[in-house]
């Protein structure tokens, strides 16, 4: 593309697309929605390419968009961080993050080498914990007040997404999918887990976390047909992680969210059964306070969170 990079049309398409929606990019940018709108379709015509599909209730990338967003965010990362060395950055920066240790240890962890090598003057302080979670939609647990109370520069939360006072970014989609040991699977003394009603054979792990939104083994066994079929062996936990160890240990059949298993399938200790997901109407949010987007060294690390959700 000859001439200068049109910078205000490529930040637009970058906050369009991590929002989903032309007003709410509107919103962060301090423009008009339809500035944002005018600002896409220069650079659709620029390119000569579709970038978005608009559809009633909001937006989605069509595949020209999604090729090319991974390295657009990379780079207004880089511009983050040169502006902050501008300014005399060179020292340490520390962001406070709040999550439940589920998905600290088993999403956050594997992937966290990859944020302190793109930004090595950034050092995260993660508060693993459960204590606050989101139980009823009606009485949410988190607000602007809470952050503030803690020192707390960026939540990572699994639910409806109330948080009244906060700057909400919800990351990701989750399903409900059913996961056990390889090890499982080669036992001769139980019989063989080759459709769902085969289950009634093994012992079921639940995940009993009181966070609302969590999946139940009620539920999908209804969802698949099954809602009057009795399994006698059962296993209970107070955490997502202590059952998906138990899973990895050929314990049993886990039912759980599969952002919080993709690491343990990657590294082949769990896979999945029978290819029957259940849609979850929660999912992962980021949660922040009004004037986060002034923060470097936050804007790094939720730009960096929307990259590694698009993984």
């Known amino acids: 593309m000859a001439g200068p990079l049109p910078f205000n049309a490529l930040h ?19 423009v008009t929605p339809a500035a944002v709108s005018q600002q896409i379709r220069v650079l659709e015509d620029l390119l000569g390419v579709q970038l978005f599909h608009r559809l009633h209730r909001g937006l989605t990338l069509t ?6 967003l991974v390295k657009m965010q990379d780079g207004f990362q880089l511009l983050h961080e040169a ?12 962001i406070n993050i709040w999550m439940s240790p589920s998905f600290a240890s088993k999403w956050l962890m594997p992937r966290m080498h990859r944020f302190r ?25 988190l607000s602007a007040d809470t952050l503030k109370a803690h020192n707390i520069d960026v939540a990572i939360r699994f639910g409806s997404g109330n948080y009244p006072g906060c700057v909400i970014d919800r990351i990701m ?29 093994h012992t079921l792990l639940h995940d009993e976390s009181p966070y609302e939104g969590r999946p139940k083994w009620k539920s999908w066994l209804s969802n698949v047909g099954l809602e009057n079929m009795m399994c ?24 759980t969210l599969d952002q919080l298993s ?9 896979v999945q059964l029978f290819d029957l997901p259940m849609e979850v109407t929660h999912g992962y949010h980021m949660v922040s306070l009004e004037g986060a987007h002034s923060d470097a060294a936050v804007v790094a690390f939720k730009e960096w969170m929307f990259t590694e959700a698009l993984r």
Do not use: M, W
Request: net charge negative.
């Open 12 to 30: 637009a398409y970058v906050v369009a697309a991590r929002q989903g929606s032309f007003s709410k990019a509107a919103e962060e940018l301090h």
């Open 63 to 68: 595949d020209a968009g999604q090729a090319g």
């Open 83 to 94: 502006v902050h060395q501008i300014q005399g950055g060179d020292d340490k920066q520390e």
């Open 117 to 141: 090598e793109a930004h090595p003057d950034i050092d995260l302080r993660i508060s693993g914990s459960a204590s606050l979670i989101d139980s009823d939609a009606t009485a949410p647990s």
């Open 173 to 201: 989609e989750v399903d409900a999918i059913t996961l056990c040991s390889p090890s499982l699977l080669d036992r001769t003394d139980l019989p063989p887990l080759k459709e769902p009603k085969d289950l009634q054979h």
């Open 232 to 255: 006698s062996k059962n296993l209970y936990f107070n955490s997502a992680q202590l059952a998906l160890t138990a899973a990895i240990e050929g314990q049993g059949v886990v039912l």
């Open 262 to 270: 993709k690491n343990d399938i990657e590294k082949g200790q769990l």
